[in-house]
């Protein structure tokens, strides 16, 4: 079955925007995993505009206590920061079951584009190895139509995440055919390299399904932004019991 790790971010958001500590992070992080989640993720920016480093402690105390995974995101090339010691050191103390490699900017809202394997390879190939040696499994965000995602084995990746920002703008369109067939083909290229599979971005329960119907071998999606928004109104316990039952039915 595929797993779910739900990202938190968007609570480290709404803590933000008041000051003060809440609503609890780390508080919501456990009742998520308390209703059968199987990880919990989080990005943190430079910026601190949401989670930031000291969230990221509570939360991997958090999970190395439950034995589930922790999955830490960032952007490995970005400088340190007075409240951001830098993606690496970060991992070294935390020490994540997975890290997740992202090159976003720090203009950027939300990640919007996988590496560019031309361009980026070689600067990967140290940081995926000093990672791994922190007992990291390492995966890399790709683009759903990447010709290349075989590299990031070559890189010294174990895995790759998909970004299926695409797929789901074009389901919610009602177009979903062509972004569909992008993410099996990519998903089949990374796996005949021996990469593992994730996804994630603006998966919903509308659109999960449809994308695990016709993506092969997904072992975790990432959802944060949409689950957090169905949980407003259904309540954080019965959304993520409502994805673990879609992951279910899917197989």
Do not use: W
């Amino acid at each position: 079955m595929t797993l779910l790790s739900v990202n938190v971010n968007k609570i480290a958001v709404l803590r933000n925007s008041r000051g003060g500590s809440a609503p609890d992070v780390v508080r919501a992080a456990r009742a998520c995993l308390d209703a059968g989640a199987h990880g919990i993720t989080v990005h943190p920016r430079p910026d601190a505009r949401h989670i930031r480093s000291d969230d990221v402690l509570a939360l991997a105390a958090l999970c190395r206590d439950r034995g589930v995974e922790f999955n830490l995101e960032g952007n490995p090339f970005a400088p340190p920061r007075a409240d951001y010691p830098g993606f690496h050191a970060l991992c070294a103390q935390a020490r994540p079951a997975q890290a997740t490699l992202v090159p976003d900017a720090d203009q950027q809202l939300t990640s919007d584009h996988g590496f560019d394997f031309a361009r980026d390879g070689e600067r990967l190939r140290p940081t995926v190895a000093a990672l791994r040696a922190l007992g990291c499994r390492v995966s890399l965000f790709v683009d759903a139509d990447d010709a290349r995602v075989a590299e990031a084995a070559a890189v010294g990746a174990d895995r790759v995440e998909l970004y299926t920002g695409p797929f789901a703008e074009a389901f919610a369109a009602g177009d979903p055919g062509a972004a569909l067939a992008a993410c099996a083909a990519t998903a089949r290229r990374a796996q005949a390299a021996g990469l593992g599979v994730n996804a994630g971005h603006d998966l919903s329960q509308a659109n999960l399904a449809a994308f695990l119907g016709a993506v092969p071998r997904v072992l975790e999606v990432s959802i944060g932004h949409a689950l957090i928004d169905e949980a407003l109104y259904a309540g954080l316990d019965a959304t993520v019991r409502a994805y673990i039952a879609i992951l279910q039915s899917a197989g």
